[in-house]
């Protein structure tokens, strides 16, 4: 089948990139003529484990080409995928200029039958604004659009769309949902519930879910935090309740707060779909607040050590906002970057992957290190941020005697807090003894 994909970002790309993979011939549009250009030369404009290997072989093949010619983009697809970016507005609410914009274009340019699939995370009632928006610019439209919500997750991006837990489809045609049945044919070999939905019902499912992980997030982070006070050790708790089948033991590690690309945004634009209809979704807005309070738990503890131990530089370990990505939208280092050069602190930090993008939004004042020995040189504090792999076994006997003060925030738990002060340090988790 011939497939458009509207947006190579981290969804657009992977989406291109996999149905190519299962045979589909795949062109992929951005109006961001250097991401275009770069991946025509064979280079991935953000890092995701897998993805440059499969693009280079189906770009081998011939089965995924780039453009930047809408036109040409939305000739080319008997299906459009629509996986631009949703961004919040300052209020909160997704800001649809994107995924709008694309639905002009595909009412625009495009001749006879062909399916407009909403893949980008759109609040319930988008689908609607999109096929208006396409009638609007061509009154005889042929078009029918479709809601398809993506559920991957970066760092792990191309397994989960070749392996996801369901499809969900939206649409108002059996036509539509033969399509995407033909689509996704050969995703995986085994059985993936197919949903037909109506457009709402698909745009709300994925709202739905990212806000339930946000919440379960920020439960157990409000758990740690008692325990804290409890004397209690979180790792137990948490460990216990997973063993009920009815909780799962996923989403069950507390720590310095959620960031990304996706829960903040899309918690805050629910909350915002939900009050236009006249209802105050209290509950996320207590998870978003509270995750805000929780990307600062650290900053207060950190600058009391600091002072007692007439200590000024601190290490953050880990920029991204989880491993195996080097996106740092919402990213819980930036809040404490800020917060800590605004209190004069000296800043050191390392990450595997992430460092240009945070050089793009601090420049020089903090200071990038190329590994983990040089990131702790004369440092007071190590603030554990993003748990990638390679913090995970660290010689901290070791680590210590190139340190000033030797003081380790564990902003993931990922420490036997028992083995680190053995090796000299004092030990600080979230919800841990
Ligand atoms: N990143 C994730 O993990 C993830 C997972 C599931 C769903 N989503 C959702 O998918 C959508 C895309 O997310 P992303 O992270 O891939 O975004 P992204 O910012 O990485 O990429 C969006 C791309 O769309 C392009 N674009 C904007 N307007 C365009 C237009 N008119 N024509 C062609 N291209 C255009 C931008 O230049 C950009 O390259 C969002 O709604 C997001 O919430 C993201």
């Not at 919040?88 to 914009?101: I, M």
């Not at 991957?152 to 369901?166: C, I, N, Q, R, W």
């Not at 007439?310 to 930036?334: C, H, M, Q, Y």
């Amino acid at each position: 089948m011939r497939i458009s994909i509207f947006g190579t970002g981290y969804v657009g790309l992977v989406t291109g990139a996999c149905l190519a993979n299962l045979g589909h011939e795949i062109l992929c549009v951005d109006i961001d003529s250097k991401k275009i250009n770069s991946l025509i030369v064979g280079e991935i404009p953000f890092y995701e484990p897998g993805l440059k290997e499969l693009v280079a072989k189906n770009k081998e093949k011939g089965r995924l080409k780039f453009s930047v010619d809408v036109e040409e983009g939305v000739s080319f697809g008997e299906v459009i995928f629509n996986c631009v970016g949703t961004p919040s507005e300052k209020n909160g609410s997704a800001d649809l200029k994107y995924v709008l914009g694309v639905a002009e274009s595909v009412g625009k340019f495009s001749k006879g039958h062909k399916l407009l699939i909403n893949k980008s995370t759109v609040p319930p009632g988008t689908a609607k604004k999109c096929w208006n928006k396409i009638l609007e610019t061509n009154p005889v439209s042929e078009v029918e659009v479709v809601s398809n919500p993506e559920f991957l997750k970066e760092g792990s991006a191309v397994y989960d769309f070749t392996h996801p837990d369901k499809i969900v489809v939206g649409a108002k045609s059996g036509r539509a949902y033969g399509l995407l049945r033909k689509v996704y044919a050969g995703r995986v070999r085994t059985y993936i519930p197919f949903l037909e939905t109506d457009w709402e019902t698909a745009e709300m499912i994925k709202y739905a879910n990212n806000s339930f992980l946000a919440t379960k997030i920020c439960f157990v982070n409000e758990i740690a935090n008692i325990c804290d006070g409890a004397g209690a050790d979180v790792k137990l708790v948490t460990q216990a309740m997973g063993l009920d089948y009815r909780i799962s033991p996923k989403f069950l590690n507390p720590g310095i707060g959620y960031g990304g690309s996706c829960f903040p945004k899309d918690v805050r634009a629910l909350i915002n779909s939900a009050e236009e209809k006249g209802y105050c979704a209290q509950l996320l807005k207590e998870v978003d607040q509270l995750n805000n309070r929780q990307k600062e738990i650290f900053v207060a503890p950190i600058l009391d050590k600091l002072r007692a131990v007439g200590g000024n530089t601190v290490t953050l370990w880990g920029l991204s906002f989880k491993p195996r990505t080097d996106d740092i939208r919402e990213a819980t280092s930036l809040r404490l970057i800020k917060k800590l050069i605004g209190e004069g602190i000296t800043v050191k930090v390392y990450d595997p992957i992430a460092m240009e993008n945070v050089r793009e939004e601090f420049g020089d004042s903090v200071s990038y290190c190329k590994g983990i020995d040089d990131s702790v040189e004369g440092s007071d504090v190590i603030v554990l941020v993003t748990e990638w792999d390679e913090f995970r076994n660290v010689n901290f006997l070791e680590l210590g005697e190139k340190m000033r003060n030797k003081i380790l925030f564990d902003g993931r738990n990922i420490y036997e807090p028992e083995l680190v002060r053995e090796e000299g340090f004092e030990y600080f988790g979230v919800g841990r003894k």
